[in-house]
């Protein structure tokens, strides 16, 4: 059984085995968790993700997959790059966010990783609803078959960390 657990805070600062970054395509870096991220971890992180580019990713990392670099500088073994969906109005696009949270935790689950934190996917630049974007979250990582002990939502705000909270019993 995997365990939830929930903390209001930076993702950068969290002591796991991996922590998820919410990339994009390019996987070379952006704003919010991206950023933070390749901030605190240093160059390593990038220096990897151009390795991974070069070599499979030529055309960039499709949305809804993950792959896993070192965490450098961070107090994790590996970072596990994922591409969320940009959230549209006409189009549901919910199976694509859903995806983000499995790959990852089978990246996790061959890298031997029994902690993982996540940030919400998806629900900032790339505009997800907050309440949607937990329900999607929280259903997938429990329905998720995976050997990880413990999922770590790090929600950055108290608004984040509420909706996470009301999809817990
Ligand atoms: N720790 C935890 N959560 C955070 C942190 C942090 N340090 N910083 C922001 N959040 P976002 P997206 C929250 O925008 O929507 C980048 O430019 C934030 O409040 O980081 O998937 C990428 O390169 C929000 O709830 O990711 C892509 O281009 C959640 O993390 C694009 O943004 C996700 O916000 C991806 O957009």
Excluded at 108 to 137: K, Q
Excluded at 142 to 148: C, L, P, Q
């Amino acid at each position: 059984m995997t365990r939830i657990t929930l903390v209001q805070g930076d993702i950068t600062r969290q002591s796991v085995d991996a922590i998820v970054n919410a990339a994009n395509s390019s996987l070379l870096g952006g704003g919010g968790v991206d950023g933070a991220i390749h901030r605190r971890g240093g160059p390593a992180i990038l220096a990897d993700c151009r390795k991974l580019r070069a070599s499979h990713y030529g055309k960039g990392l499709p949305t809804g997959q993950a792959v896993a670099t070192t965490a450098g500088d961070l107090d994790a073994q590996w970072v596990i790059h994922t591409v969320g969906p940009v959230h549209s109005q006409s189009l549901d696009r919910s199976e694509l966010l859903a995806s983000c949270y499995r790959e990852s935790l089978r990246r996790a689950d061959e890298l031997g990783a029994r902690t993982v934190a996540f940030p919400a996917i998806s629900t900032g630049i790339y505009g997800w609803p907050m309440d949607d974007g937990a329900r999607i979250a929280v259903e997938t990582v429990r329905d998720a078959d995976t050997a990880v002990d413990e999922v770590r939502f790090v929600l950055f705000d108290e608004r984040a960390y509420e909706a996470f909270a009301r999809q817990l019993p």
